[in-house]
């Protein structure tokens, strides 16, 4: 079993520790769930990326409960609900309310419009998330899609700071400003589209450019002995920012955490600032969301 130091963690503003790399669960088929997350425990992953509108929670926890039970990973479990999980991130993922979170993939009405709640403010969400806290339920609350304005209102009603802003971030889409701001102020910046239109299911869906096709990319990339993506993530990585890349691919989530044996050189991260684009490939699209961490 590779060893969860393969990966090194970030503390966060709650005093707790979280893996500076991730696996996300978005579109992951329910069937495939299973051998994914035991393929990534023994790769060295301790942190997982889930959310309710992804409608796989239950596998991944069985995934989960699995490993610890056969000692494939060491149980450093945290009881929520009598459902076993480790450590818990807690976080509002799109700036709205939904009744229907959970029970359907998409909170686009029968009328082509959002269904959201417009009686139920951020304010009155980020309230009912901190007695979690206060209860013992979880143990560090964030904050999604959340631009600077947005992260400011939260920051000052809120009684707990928000741990995390997890956002789409790549090289073509660098918000710069939005990263700056959150890391002033002590919320540490996750990436959950940390490749761009890169994956293949953006690509589908969004019709996304790739920086994993940029000239700069590729010709970095080969001048580090890495590939395009790792080159990616650990650009990323170097910017103070945790990410979540979503694979399947048993090769590609090896591939993926290769990337703490190098360094990218001062030169070169700006030659990749100045390959932003102000590109979004990704739609905030899920809201409630758990991450899974160790």
């Avoid at 023994?42 to 490993?67: I, P, T």
């Avoid at 889409?173 to 959950?192: N, P, Y």
């Avoid at 703490?260 to 684009?277: G, L, N, P, R, T």
Wanted: proline share 3%; net charge neutral.
């Amino acid at each position: 079993m590779v060893s969860k130091d393969v990966v090194p963690a970030v503390t966060l503003n709650s005093g707790y520790r979280m893996p500076a790399m991730g696996l996300g669960v978005w579109r992951m088929e329910n069937t495939a769930v299973r051998g994914v997350i035991h393929s990534a425990i023994r790769s060295g992953y301790r942190h997982f990326d889930c959310a309710a509108k992804y409608q796989n929670e239950a596998e991944v926890g069985e995934a989960l409960a699995e490993a610890f039970q056969t000692g494939l990973v060491k149980r450093e479990i945290y009881s929520l609900q009598q459902r076993i999980i480790l450590n818990t991130l807690y976080m509002s993922q799109l700036p709205s309310s939904s009744s229907g979170i959970g029970k359907t993939a998409s909170v686009i009405g029968e009328d082509g419009v959002l269904d959201i709640d417009t009686t139920i403010s951020l304010e009155t969400t980020w309230r009912a998330m901190e007695k979690l806290v206060y209860m013992g339920l979880v143990r560090s609350i964030g904050i999604s899609n959340y631009g600077v304005f947005l992260t400011r209102d939260c920051l000052a009603y809120a009684k707990i700071k928000p741990a995390v802003n997890q956002i789409e971030m790549h090289p073509y889409f660098q918000r710069d400003s939005l990263v700056k701001f959150c890391q002033k102020h002590g919320i540490c910046v996750t990436a959950h589209t940390p490749l761009g239109g890169g994956c293949t299911a953006n690509a589908k869906l969004f019709g996304s450019l790739s920086c994993l096709d940029d000239p700069v990319i590729e010709d970095m990339a080969e001048k580090y002995g890495k590939t395009p993506a790792q080159l990616i993530l650990r650009w990323s990585h170097q910017r103070n920012i945790v990410v979540i890349p979503k694979t399947s691919k048993v090769e590609r989530l090896k591939e993926n955490i290769e990337i703490f044996d190098f360094d990218i050189s001062d030169e070169d991260m700006e030659e990749i600032k100045a390959i932003d684009k102000n590109h979004r490939t990704n739609q905030p699209g899920k809201f409630w969301g758990i991450d899974v961490y160790a």
